[in-house]
């Protein structure tokens, strides 16, 4: 493709890496700490209902149930992040097919197809396990307030970040497709690079990035999960 990207030399969220890279970007390392950055998300209202979550109060949308049967969350878990990861594999959108198209449109669709599905699946298992949590201990459901508050904070911030990715895709799109117009000499002498391997590379690299944004959407069922294991190696 005559196409080249500058390594990035930041060490941050594997999504973040992938699409530095990209778009042809040196991430690095942000100067404030994560604490003081995060800071700035909370208004004073967000600030009060954290400060009601550790002081023990409960959180409304928190419902502690029946105990669950031990790994029944982490079962669901897994269940339902390789259902997700298996339907962007599968996702012949995706795939390397002769019918592709040479248009953005469809895959800016499909994209954000997948995107709701990933939101809806891990939404409904942060409430699964809040409530399994809440079930467990007043500590517990203090964790589960906690998580409650931050979603409400950060979710919205989320969505807005994660929203943007299909932008970046189509300028990556757009950059292989007009390279594959303008071969390199050496390309065009050996005759060896089919018409539309561009935009093969372009779909490995979407299927990669939804990947990637899976796993950055699983770290807070991440998170929960290991507050429930280390809750169940306690309980004697």
């Given at each position: ?20 890279r ?27 209902s ?6 023990g ?8 149930g029946?105990?669950?049967p ?14 997700l ?9 995706f ?30 298992l ?19 307030s906690?998580?409650?508050v ?57 299927q990669?990035?939804l990947l990637?944004?899976?796993d ?18 306690r309980?004697p």
């Amino acid at each position: 493709m005559g196409q080249v990207f500058r390594r990035t030399s930041f060490n941050g969220p594997a999504l973040i890496r992938l699409l530095s890279r990209l778009a042809g970007i040196d991430a690095r390392e942000p100067a404030q700490p994560t604490a003081d950055r995060l800071s700035q998300w909370f208004g004073w209202t967000d600030a009060i209902s954290l400060s009601a979550a550790l002081d023990g109060a409960p959180a409304t949308t928190v419902q502690p149930g029946t105990r669950a049967p031990r790994n029944a969350e982490e079962g669901e878990c897994q269940r339902v992040r390789a259902a997700l990861a298996n339907a962007i594999a599968e996702d012949s959108t995706f795939g390397i097919a002769k019918d592709a198209t040479p248009e953005f449109t469809p895959y800016r669709r499909r994209y954000l197809a997948r995107q709701q599905a990933m939101e809806a699946g891990v939404g409904s298992l942060r409430s699964r396990l809040r409530s399994a949590l809440a079930a467990k201990s007043p500590a517990m459901a203090r964790l589960a307030s906690v998580d409650v508050v931050m979603a409400q904070v950060l979710e919205a911030r989320e969505h807005s970040l994660l929203s943007a990715v299909p932008g970046l895709l189509e300028k990556h799109f757009e950059r292989l497709r007009k390279a594959a117009e303008t071969p390199d000499e050496a390309e065009t002498d050996s005759g060896t690079q089919p018409p539309d391997a561009w935009l093969d590379v372009f779909r490995k690299d979407a299927q990669d990035v939804l990947l990637a944004e899976l796993d950055f959407r699983f770290q807070p069922v991440e998170g929960l999960l290991e507050a429930l294991r280390t809750q169940a190696t306690r309980t004697p």
